[in-house]
């Protein structure tokens, strides 16, 4: 059980690596900063905007009920899926498949 989160915008520093599409957030880049406490124990994500929005969306329009299941966006993909992406999102997992 979600203990609490926060989310925040941030500029990079230094490069980070993007939880969702797994690819690099360049420095100077904004990008999404969350953290919280599940069940006790402390986490920290990065996102891009973009993929932080898509990974939500999947995850509460396919588990509205049960947020205890929480899917990283790059479980999600699928070349199928991937096709009803925004471009910037699907060129990211194409980049990071090379």
């Not at 509205?64 to 060129?91: G, I």
């Amino acid at each position: 059980m979600s203990d609490f989160s926060t989310t925040r915008m941030v500029r990079a520093v230094k490069r980070h690596r993007c939880e969702g599409c797994r690819t690099l957030i360049d420095i100077g880049t904004m990008h999404a900063v969350s953290s919280g406490s599940y069940d006790g124990h402390m986490w920290r994500k990065r996102h891009h905007p973009d993929c932080q929005k898509l990974e939500c969306d999947l995850n509460w329009k396919n588990y509205p009920d049960c947020m205890d299941e929480w899917f990283p966006l790059h479980e999600w993909y699928s070349e199928h899926d991937a096709k009803t992406w925004p471009e910037n999102v699907q060129a990211r997992f194409r980049k990071a498949a090379r």
